[in-house]
């Protein structure tokens, strides 16, 4: 994980900051919650060799920036809190947790108009002769200016929330369609697909809305179809997504991307699992319609060939001269 410096380095004044390819379901929204003085860190899951907990890193960055109130999110499968405020730090950490949701980010907004304590108003003097007119007019408009303002981030903050109810409520549907071992396992990955959206820039439109339609997907074959469809999918999705979570992870995907010149042909590797992320999508859109049309459910996603070239990819590029189809040459 970066030290503290270079978190301060990167995230600047950003109210939301994703460090290390961390990620929370909807850092746009999360921001225009947040009153002044609030600043939400996003942080890798520390490893445990590593000294430096949640905690420290919220207490060093908010004496480093002068924030009010500094929340860190760990971002792991459910994610945890490290909470340094002027106020009472561990109130705030004791309200995260206690909502016991996934997704940090959605936590923090529910909270977020608590992070920072109101000041004392500021007193104003009074001036001589024509002053107290001009002053006035003065505060008229500051007044004026200010509740357009203030109605402006209240309906923000309406808007946030239903946004953060409805995603609350989706995942609530999610958890009751996904059950059992093919269930738990196409769960993890949906979960990991949101993790790698924040990780992989450029693919992240794309793997933003494959979790969602294949959240959407089987939401709506738990109300919508029968029990042997939501069955059918669960075994065929957990094949399609084993593959392509092979495909996008880091010691490939990743790998590929960032070191092109140890690999042959990445250009085209990497466009072969971009294009295997858009086939899922259209899959699982065509799937969500044939579940609301009450038609038979159709795969024709097989990601074969991408998964023979991941696992060629094992032997052929890392030993240039091994054949992979005979491991003892």
């Not at 072969?272 to 579940?291: G, H, K, P, T």
């Amino acid at each position: 994980m970066s030290t503290i410096e270079q978190i301060i380095q990167v995230c600047g004044d950003r109210p939301v900051c994703l460090v290390d390819g961390a990620s929370i379901s909807d850092p746009d929204s999360l921001a225009s919650v947040l009153p002044s003085g609030a600043r939400v860190l996003v942080i890798p899951a520390p490893d445990q060799a590593q000294s430096v907990s949640s905690g420290t890193v919220a207490n060093e960055f908010k004496a480093a920036t002068g924030a009010q109130t500094v929340v860190v999110i760990e971002d792991r499968a459910k994610d945890r809190f490290g909470v340094a405020s002027n106020g009472d730090a561990n109130k705030i950490a004791t309200e995260l947790n206690s909502q016991n949701l996934p997704d940090g980010g959605e936590a923090v907004a529910n909270i977020a108009s608590t992070l920072v304590s109101a000041g004392p108003a500021p007193s104003g003097g009074q001036g001589d002769g024509g002053a107290p007119w001009i002053v006035g007019a003065g505060v008229l408009i500051l007044v004026a200016v200010g509740a357009a303002v203030t109605t402006l981030l209240i309906r923000r903050s309406r808007n946030a929330k239903r946004a953060v109810g409805a995603s609350r409520k989706l995942e609530k549907q999610l958890e009751a369609a996904l059950h059992g071992e093919n269930g738990e396992f196409v769960r993890d990955a949906i979960d990991e697909i949101r993790r790698l959206a924040g990780a992989y820039p450029e693919l992240g439109p794309r793997l933003n809305g494959l979790s969602e339609h294949l959240s959407e997907l089987f939401v709506r074959v738990r109300s919508r179809g029968t029990d042997q469809q939501l069955r059918l999918l669960l075994v065929q999705y957990r094949d399609t997504l084993s593959k392509l979570s092979k495909a996008l992870a880091d010691d490939y995907y990743g790998d590929v991307q960032r070191n092109p010149q140890y690999w042959s042909n990445p250009q085209d590797r990497l466009g072969e699992v971009q294009r295997a992320v858009d086939s899922v999508d259209q899959q699982a859109v065509e799937n969500i319609r044939q579940v609301n049309e009450s038609r038979d459910l159709e795969f024709k996603v097989a990601l074969d060939s991408l998964i023979k070239a991941v696992n060629d990819a094992k032997l052929s590029d890392v030993y240039s001269d091994r054949d992979p189809s005979n491991p003892q040459s």
